[in-house]
Nanobody, 127 residues
Framework: QVQLVESGGGLVQAGGSLRLSCAAS????????MGWFRQAPGKEREFVAA????????IYADSAKGRFTISRDNAKNTVYLQMNSLKPEDTAVYYC????????????????????WGQGTQVTVSS
């Protein structure tokens, strides 16, 4: 079992930045692909970014490319999402998720691939 706890959300003005963190316990994160997803009110949960076990491979949703950066520190069992140039449409609850992977370069953007989820952290971007 992996327990995930997100933090770092909050209220920020458009154009601002936030850094989300996802701390894991129960298992070492180095065995897991890690992803960030978000869900706005009335919408489906959508993929934002993912990072391979080694950190050497990342993928982003088109909406996140050029503005968001996913990273991980396996020694600290933590994954991060640096969000810059935030827009009101980025307002959502952000979730981190973990997917056990055998390959070190594997990444996934399919929500169904992830086995473990955090409780989410609210990000609100005002215009």
């Amino acid at each position: 079992q992996v327990q995930l706890v997100e933090s770092g959300g909050g209220l920020v003005q458009a154009g601002g930045s936030l850094r989300l963190s996802c701390a894991a316990s129960g298992r070492t994160l180095s065995s897991y692909v890690m992803g960030w997803f978000r869900q706005a009110p009335g919408k489906e949960r959508e993929f934002v970014a993912a990072i391979s076990r080694s950190g050497g491979n990342t993928i982003y949703a088109d909406s996140a490319k050029g503005r968001f950066t996913i990273s991980r520190d396996n020694a600290k069992n933590t994954v991060y999402l640096q969000m810059n140039s935030l827009k009101p449409e980025d307002t959502a609850v952000y979730y981190c998720a973990a997917d056990f992977a055998l390959r070190s370069d594997y990444v996934a953007e399919n929500r169904g691939a992830y086995d473990y989820w955090g409780q989410g952290t609210q990000v609100t971007v005002s215009s």
